[in-house]
């Protein structure tokens, strides 16, 4: 199995790309918002927390998240692999992963990096929360928190993921077409295509 990790900032198109991805190279998406809004649409207790953390901008706990993911890791046998969306966003989160995926003899394959400027950040997640109607996304203090959350927790993992030789940055500037093409080439090449 192979396991990708779709990392960037939040609104450098981690959801445009996700789709096309994990359908070129036959890998299941797993997105930590998708499986969150599943929970929060459901009403489940899981989803009633995640709801009160998430409208503030916060993080929701590592062992919730893990525990999703971890329960999809072994629930699709038919892909290739899988492609992790919105997971691992701290030091801590990817150590965990790093676990569950020695408990199962193996191991992370690259992590694919979309990069976009703080500015662009907020205009695309205004602009996403216009057209998607996700009230979570639309207060401009819900976006700066996001936006701080994520340099000051997520970012470390660049370090992290270059020092193991698994980090491919990505452009995140462009048209969507420019861009997935740049995605492919990047994959391609760690698949030696």
Do not use: C, W
Request: aromatic residues 6%; negative net charge; without cysteine.
């Amino acid at each position: 199995m192979k396991y990708f990790i779709l990392f960037g900032p939040p609104g450098a198109g981690k959801g445009t790309h996700a789709a096309p991805l994990a359908s070129k190279y036959n890998l299941k998406h797993l997105s930590t918002g998708e499986l969150l809004r599943a929970e929060i649409a459901e009403g489940s207790e899981l989803g009633k927390q995640a709801k009160e953390l998430i409208d503030a901008g916060n993080l929701v706990p590592d062992e919730v998240v893990e525990g999703m993911i971890s329960r999809a890791f072994g629930k699709y046998k038919e892909v290739d692999g899988f492609l992790l969306d919105g997971f691992p966003r701290t030091i801590s989160q990817a150590h965990d992963l790093k676990e569950m995926l020695a408990a199962r003899d193996e191991e992370v394959t690259a992590v694919i990096s979309l990069m976009i400027p703080d500015e662009v950040i907020k205009e695309r997640i205004a602009g996403r929360a216009k057209i998607e109607g996700r009230a979570d996304d639309a207060k401009p203090e819900v976006i700066e928190n996001r936006i701080r959350t994520y340099h000051a927790k997520t970012e470390a993992l660049i370090e992290l993921y270059k020092d193991e030789g698994l980090y491919h940055e990505i452009d995140g500037l462009g048209t969507i077409d420019e861009v997935q093409e740049r995605v492919f080439k990047t994959v391609d090449s760690i698949l030696g295509r």
